[in-house]
């Protein structure tokens, strides 16, 4: 049954919430998937640190192509840090490609206790993969070298207002402003979930894909064509993935320009597939791959989506435990 540490969804799913952060808490960096520039590395410690937090050594792996180690290793990585006790949260290092390789097998001992797991990109493979397996809420925001490094409140950095409230907030809900644009207007409660839209994706036809029914789903990506985009919304639609999705979130889309002037824009191609489906729709949020202040956003939680001019989401019960 739920109790103050466990919530259920509309489809009796068990919800772990992770404990809040402490003043003080303890950040393991993680490599899932690509390495991290080291001065951009040391940029988003320093950043971690300034904000009081204590940030643990690492292991830095030998990369391996495009990855930062073997699967092996950085699985192993993943898990030792999810067992220690000394470990307030996970944070990302950066994402690239690779996380995927970690899923198969991947065994989590005490899945009961869910710790802080912060990152995006391709981290969205893990964190859905922890959803759907685990019912842990996680946190879609900046990574030590993909938003802590670019400071706070600066372009290319991350939102603090939001990073603080998803993982100090214990009790009641908080507000954030999009600052898009109304793609379709409208209001809808649901289950705050998705990530970047590649890697939601992929998880179709895996044991782990996504169940968005009664979801305000969050999808970005970057450096994708409009036809892209459309691929990917089109993939999406006829695999039911919109059937029963609240509202919608829609990130920057940076780097996405049409490559021929004057045909359709990603706005324009989002705006084609998805206001027919009647529901909220925001674009352009600064989540994810995006050069403003980035917004941190739990994901595994009740919102409120409010799809009038800049867009509004709420965010209505915490997204820790004490």
Not at 162 to 183: I, P
Request: with cysteine.
């Amino acid at each position: 049954m739920a109790n103050a540490e466990t919530a259920t969804t509309s489809v009796a799913r068990v919800v772990r919430k992770p404990r809040a952060m402490p003043s003080d808490g303890a950040v393991l960096p993680i490599a899932p998937a690509s390495p991290g520039a080291a001065p951009r590395v040391e940029l988003g410690l320093l950043e971690l640190r300034r904000l009081g937090l204590r940030t643990l050594d690492y292991p830095v792996r030998a990369g391996q192509g495009f990855v930062a180690g073997s699967t092996e290793e950085r699985r192993g990585d993943f898990l030792r840090g999810l067992a220690r006790e000394d470990v307030d949260a996970l944070v990302g290092i950066r994402g690239g490609y690779g996380s995927n390789y970690l899923l198969d097998g991947l065994g989590i001992a005490h899945a009961e206790e869910a710790k802080i797991i912060l990152g995006y990109s391709d981290l969205t493979s893990l964190q859905i993969f922890l959803w759907q397996r685990h019912g842990w809420v996680t946190f879609y925001g900046p990574m030590i070298a993909a938003g802590f490094d670019g400071g706070a409140g600066k372009e290319c950095g991350y939102d603090v207002a939001s990073l603080l409230a998803a993982y100090l907030t214990r009790e009641g809900g908080w507000v954030m402003r999009l600052s898009g644009a109304e793609l379709a207007g409208g209001e809808a409660e649901g289950i705050v979930l998705g990530g970047c839209m590649t890697l939601v994706e992929t998880t179709l036809g895996t044991p782990w894909e996504l169940d968005t029914a009664g979801s305000i789903l969050l999808l970005e990506d970057r450096g994708m064509k409009p036809w892209q985009v459309d691929r990917a919304l089109m993939h999406l639609l006829q695999a039911g993935k919109f059937s029963g999705v609240r509202g919608i979130i829609l990130g920057d889309f940076p780097e996405c320009e049409p490559p021929v002037a004057g045909t359709q824009t990603v706005r324009e191609v989002c705006e084609r597939i998805l206001k027919p489906l009647s529901v909220p729709v925001v674009y352009g949020a600064p989540i994810g791959h995006t050069s403003r202040p980035m917004l941190t956003v739990p994901l595994g939680v009740r919102g409120r989506l409010l799809a009038n001019g800049e867009g509004t989401l709420e965010i209505l019960e915490p997204a820790v435990r004490a």
